[in-house]
């Protein structure tokens, strides 16, 4: 059993029927200029901030901001989901 990449992943879905129709019902998500956070709410739940933008790249979840390098990079102080790049 090998297992694939998701470069091998999503060579396979593209021109999907499945994938094309399940988009159209996917949740915009936005990320937070000010924190970075994902959400898909109208406020950012870390930090309260409106400035949401549609334009991001990268994720990365936080799970213990006390100890995480990519946390401490970031200046990420909470847990959860955030984009490494926003415009």
């Keep these: ?27 915009k998500e936005l ?9 898909t709410a109208k406020i950012c739940p870390s930090c309260k901030s409106t400035d949401l933008s549609p334009d991001w790249n990268g994720i990365a979840l936080i799970v213990n901001p006390e100890t995480s390098k990519i946390a401490e990079t970031l200046g990420i102080k909470k847990e959860g989901k955030y984009a490494i790049k926003v415009t």
């Design 1 to 27: 059993f090998k297992q694939k990449t998701a470069y091998e992943i999503s060579l396979g879905l593209v021109g999907s029927e499945m994938c094309i129709r399940d988009r159209s019902k996917m949740v």
């Design 31 to 39: 990320a937070c200029r000010d924190c970075k956070c994902v959400t």
